[in-house]
């Protein structure tokens, strides 16, 4: 009896073993970068995708936040040559791999009721459709879109004009159509990296920048600009991929639950952002007791508005066919989400 129990025991425990052995096989570490700090927008974002991929799978989720392994250009060059299974690049530097992807810097083309932009990035054939295929021929796996809040303008000097900002050297992201974008504006449009945003600043190579009111605050901006505008022209937009071959390469339970984290973080990521760009402004004010905090009325608002059919021409000049029809889906899109 005891000689069985011995040889059973052994047996189960070779099967125990085994089992073992074939999870530890399928259990992976993917490696995720991401262009912000770990409690900014995009890093919160991450942060839910990789606690819903290790709740739902035996995979573990290493996350990259910025200036860990370099600029934004660098991330998504290792997320395509495999070295990185995941990569959070804004439109603003993929518009210089995928001129399609600059669409989201026609100005005044998104709402600015957040609600309807939520409801856009939710249900826009242009965003689940379209760009999926465009990503693709880049070797990525689009698996959300998102918004990270109205973009502000913070400057040296205060604005109320494209008159104004004559002269003024504005930083924007590296793509093409931002630069067309603040020349429209009336600025002086000087595409720098992230990580050179503060120093040139500082150093006043550049006299402004824009960004989204939780960058603004984090990246302490507001110490070296006394004056924040709002024009009401965009909502800073984000996006998260994976490398396609990688992705192609799971099995469909693991696609699926890739899938269903990235939208867990998406629902998450509208959410922790509701009352943010408030409670940016109070940080920032309290901060700097010197800050300007201005919203151009409709009128003030009109003659960057007016520029907003310049921009969209040398969209469509950049993208042709593609991008026209992609601005049609995205103009449908946009109407079907108004309130
Ligand atoms: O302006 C930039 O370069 C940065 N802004 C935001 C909101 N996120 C990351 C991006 O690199």
Do not use: C
Request: aromatic share 10%.
């Amino acid at each position: 009896m005891t000689v069985y129990r011995n040889v059973l025991a052994g047996s189960l425990l070779a099967a125990a073993t085994s089992i073992a052995g074939v999870t530890a096989v399928q259990a992976d570490t993917w490696r995720y970068a991401f262009e912000e700090a770990m409690d900014e927008v995009q890093g919160k974002f991450a942060q839910k995708f990789k606690e819903s991929i290790e709740a739902n799978s035996d995979h573990e989720i290493q996350l990259f936040p910025f200036g860990t392994l370099g600029e934004s250009t660098d991330i998504m060059e290792q997320t395509q040559a495999g070295i990185l299974q995941f990569v959070d690049q804004s439109p603003g530097f993929t518009g210089a791999l995928i001129p399609e992807a600059q669409i989201f810097f026609v100005p005044y083309l998104l709402p600015q009721d957040e609600e309807e932009v939520a409801e856009f990035f939710r249900t826009s054939t242009a965003i689940h459709e379209t760009f999926p295929k465009l990503y693709a021929e880049q070797g990525l796996e689009l698996l959300s879109m998102f918004p990270e809040g109205a973009v502000g303008i913070t400057t040296r000097e205060p604005f109320k004009s494209p008159e104004d900002l004559d002269e003024m050297k504005i930083r924007v992201m590296t793509n093409p159509l931002l630069v067309e974008s603040y020349k429209a504006f009336g600025a002086t449009p000087t595409p720098l990296p992230t990580g050179e945003i503060y120093g040139a600043l500082q150093t006043g190579i550049v006299q402004g920048q824009e960004n989204p009111t939780f960058y603004i605050e984090s990246s302490k901006y507001y110490e070296v600009n006394d004056y924040l505008t709002y024009i009401g022209h965009n909502n800073y937009t984000s996006a998260i991929m994976a490398n396609k071959d990688f992705f192609d390469g799971l099995s469909d339970e693991d696609k699926q639950v890739v899938r269903d984290a990235s939208d867990a973080a998406f629902e998450y990521i509208l959410e922790y952002q509701k009352g943010l760009t408030e409670k940016s402004i109070e940080a920032i004010k309290a901060a700097n007791p010197d800050m300007v905090v201005t919203t151009l009325s409709e009128e003030e608002r009109q003659p960057f508005k007016d520029s907003a059919a310049q921009v969209e021409e040398a969209f469509i000049g950049m993208t042709g066919d593609s991008g026209k029809a992609l601005l049609e889906q995205f103009k449908a899109d946009l109407d079907a989400v108004k309130k």
